[in-house]
């Protein structure tokens, strides 16, 4: 083994321990723990569930029926949006929407958009919870070439990714969440997916999980 490869290895196993260690005392907001949002043992393995709902098993005539009361504006009959409010005197700090599957009975996708830092969970506590991701994609430009004002990195497991805005261009255990997508396990997509890599977006930089670094570090890794 090279001493490159020592020093990456201990980097890495320092950033999940660091990880861990945040995520043993920093406290999670109450609403995002009474979620259910890190109880994988409760989910399925590797899994996350909302609200008591995980994606591929639960009913979805039983997930609408026990989620409609809490529902607001747009309801359809493959649809329900729920809002939450965790902070004082605040409102709507959290949307989660509710998708059917593809396969007309269980609950399919997911996506929880938080709209304020102070009520959403840290990367921390991901990693605490479910250890390093399989993947990440940085977008740093759109499209048409462009650069984004700030950098976005999607950390990819293999039944959920979570999206990640980076003002400062660094990934650090306390940097906040701000969307999780909760995949189908029904979806059977037309181009090719996969969990680990975006192989769609034009201008994405898949890589290999390399800790909390700045973005130029992981700009310069290999491609995956």
């Given at each position: ?24 005392f ?5 609403l ?22 995980t ?10 029926s ?14 329900l949006?729920?809002?939450l ?19 007309k ?10 709209r ?8 921390g ?13 940085l ?15 999607t ?32 979806y ?12 769609i977006?034009?201008?994405v ?6 800790g909390?670094?700045?973005v ?9």
């Open positions: 083994m090279t001493l490159l490869s020592i020093a990456l290895s201990a980097t890495l196993a320092l950033s999940i321990g660091l990880a861990r260690h945040i995520g043993q920093q406290p999670l907001p109450a995002i723990e009474a979620l259910g949002l890190y109880a994988p043992e409760q989910c399925g393995s590797g899994r996350i569930c909302l609200l008591g709902m994606p591929g098993y639960s009913d979805w005539q039983a997930t609408r026990a989620l409609l009361p809490r529902a607001r504006d747009m309801l359809y009959t493959n649809q949006v729920v809002s409010d965790i902070l004082p005197k605040q409102v709507d700090e959290i949307f989660i929407y509710f998708f059917q599957s593809v396969d009975r269980a609950l399919g996708r997911v996506q929880a958009l938080f304020s830092p102070e009520a959403a969970p840290s990367v506590w991901l990693i605490a919870q479910h250890g390093a991701p399989c993947g990440i994609s977008y740093t430009r759109t499209a048409s070439g462009y650069r984004l004002p700030q950098a976005l990195i950390l990819r497991y293999p039944h959920f990714l979570v999206n990640v805005p980076l003002p400062r261009d660094h990934l650090d255990a306390s940097t906040r969440i701000e969307s999780l997508y909760l995949h189908d396990p029904a059977k997509a037309e181009r090719r997916l996969e969990a680990c890599r975006d192989l977006t034009d201008g930089q898949n890589r290999a999980w390399a909390f670094a700045a130029w570090r992981y700009a310069s890794l290999p491609r995956r």
